[in-house]
C-alpha cells in the first residue's frame, strides 16, 4: 500500500514539474525577442468600462447561484415538510385531527406533537423516529403522519376518540 502512496506522490509530482516547465508548448526562439521603442513593460490597467462589465457579469452570476441555491433549499424544506415523498392515504383525516389536537412541535408531555402521541405509543408506532430526534415534537411532520398511519393499520382512529369523531371518521 505505502508503495502504491509513494508512487501516486512521485507522479504527481512530476505532472506538476511538467506543468511548471510547460513541456507541450513550442521551443522558444534562440534569439531574443525585440522591444519595441518606448514600450512600457508594466501593462496598462484595463479601461472602467471593461472592469464595470467585469463586475456585472460577476454579479449575474453570483445572483444565478444565489437563485440556484434558494431553489435547492426550497426543495429541501419541502421535503423535510412532506417526507421522501411519503403520501398517506388519510392525509385528510391526519390534518383535521392535528388541526384539532395541537402543533406539530407542541412539546407539552404527556402528549407530544401535533397528533399528541404519548411515549408508549412513539415506541410501539415510531421507535425509529422516537430514537433518532426523541419525543414526537421534534419529528418533522411527515414522520408523525407516518406513525399514525402505522397504528392506524392496527387501531384506527380509536387513539384519538373526541376527535376523530369531531372529523367524522370515527
Known amino acids: 500500500m505505502r508503495a502504491w502512496l509513494v508512487l501516486l506522490a512521485v507522479c504527481v509530482v512530476l505532472m506538476l514539474a511538467a506543468a511548471a516547465l510547460d513541456l507541450s508548448a513550442e521551443p522558444a526562439a534562440l534569439t531574443p525577442p525585440q522591444e519595441e521603442v518606448g514600450a512600457d513593460p508594466v501593462a496598462a490597467p484595463a479601461p472602467p468600462q471593461a ?39 388519510n ?31 412513539m415506541r410501539a408506532y415510531g421507535g425509529e423516529f422516537l430514537a433518532r430526534w426523541g419525543t414526537a415534537d421534534h419529528w418533522p411532520p411527515w414522520a408523525q ?3 399514525a398511519d402505522r397504528a392506524h393499520v392496527v387501531r384506527g382512529f380509536t387513539p384519538w376518540p373526541q376527535t376523530a369523531r369531531a372529523c367524522g371518521v370515527l
Not at 460577476?58 to 435547492?72: D, G, N, P, V
Not at 384539532?100 to 408531555?109: F, Q, T, V
Open 51 to 89: 472592469l464595470r462589465a467585469e463586475l456585472r457579469r460577476e454579479r449575474l452570476r453570483a445572483e444565478r447561484m444565489l437563485r440556484r441555491l434558494r431553489a435547492i433549499n426550497r426543495r429541501l424544506v419541502r421535503a423535510y415538510l412532506n417526507g421522501p415523498g411519503y403520501v398517506s392515504p
Open 91 to 121: 392525509a385528510g383525516a391526519w390534518e383535521c385531527i392535528h388541526r384539532h389536537e395541537g402543533a406539530w412541535d407542541d412539546p407539552s408531555a404527556p402528549y407530544w406533537g401535533g397528533l399528541q402521541f404519548d411515549l408508549e405509543f
Open 145 to 147: 403522519i407516518l406513525t
